[in-house]
């Protein structure tokens, strides 16, 4: 069973628009929340984290948004960029990462057009 | 900056062969980890090592193995290569328990077995 879903597979946008990539969870466990970003040919990078007793983080262009009660969680890149276009991953833990056994998603291709 | 290293990139090798995928990370970090993704697939944990001398199988069961002897070093090894092995496999490593540290991750491996 998949615990973790990304469930659009891709997703376009213009230069400059919002970029919203969504992710679902059904293991109410799960206490700490990531998204990486991964470019062809190489490892993913991590790009911002967020724990449940959150309900927003911020790191510049992105912010993650955490419903508890849904389980779901959302990235929003405003403004994108072409350097923005790669796979984003979700991921999801609990007991933090420390123990780095991670539950990811299957992944979201953006692409972001000039 | 993470560096942690992967060698080979790529990999091509016959069925029945013994391959070793090298992962090194030169940041002293004392946990490390073998995650697998297939194309298009999420990532999945198969290793872990949380220190020397210590190893741990992950979600996703796996034929290979690993050991700790140096804290940089996290070798995996197929003793006989099957083409169900054909997948990429990431390392990665991260900071010390206790710590929300994410996981930093090698630019992987692609091993087909043909």
């Known amino acids: 069973d998949q615990q973790v879903k990304q469930n659009s597979p891709s997703l376009s946008v213009q230069e400059g628009r919002i970029s919203i990539l969504n992710c679902d969870y059904t293991n109410s466990m799960f206490d700490y929340f990531l998204w990486y970003k991964k470019y062809p040919a190489e490892g993913p990078t991590f790009l911002i984290s967020?724990?449940?007793?959150?309900d927003k983080n911020e790191d510049g262009r992105f912010t993650v948004f955490l419903n508890k009660s849904a389980k779901h969680l959302s990235l929003h890149i405003v403004p994108s960029q072409p350097g923005d276009s790669a796979v984003y991953f979700c991921a999801a833990s609990y007991g933090g990462t420390s123990y780095g056994k991670l539950t990811f998603g299957q992944g979201t291709i953006l692409t972001v057009h000039p | 900056e993470a560096d942690i290293y992967q060698t080979p990139r790529y990999l091509v090798i016959g069925t029945g062969k013994k391959i070793t995928l090298e992962c090194s990370q030169t940041?002293?970090?004392?946990?490390m980890y073998w995650y697998q993704q297939d194309p298009g697939m999420e990532l999945h944990l198969i290793h872990y090592?949380?220190?020397?001398?210590?190893?741990e199988k992950g979600d996703l069961s796996s034929e290979s193995t690993v050991s700790r002897i140096r804290t940089e070093h996290f070798p995996l090894t197929l003793e006989s290569a099957r083409p169900s092995h054909t997948s990429q496999y990431l390392c990665?490593?991260?900071?010390?328990?206790?710590?929300?540290?994410?996981?930093?991750f090698g630019n992987g491996t692609r091993l087909t077995v043909t």
């Open positions: 940041m002293g970090h004392d946990k």
């Open positions: 090592s949380y220190g020397v001398n210590s190893t």
């Open positions: 990665a490593s991260s900071d010390r328990q206790g710590d929300n540290s994410p996981l930093h």
């Open positions: 967020i724990s449940s007793i959150k």
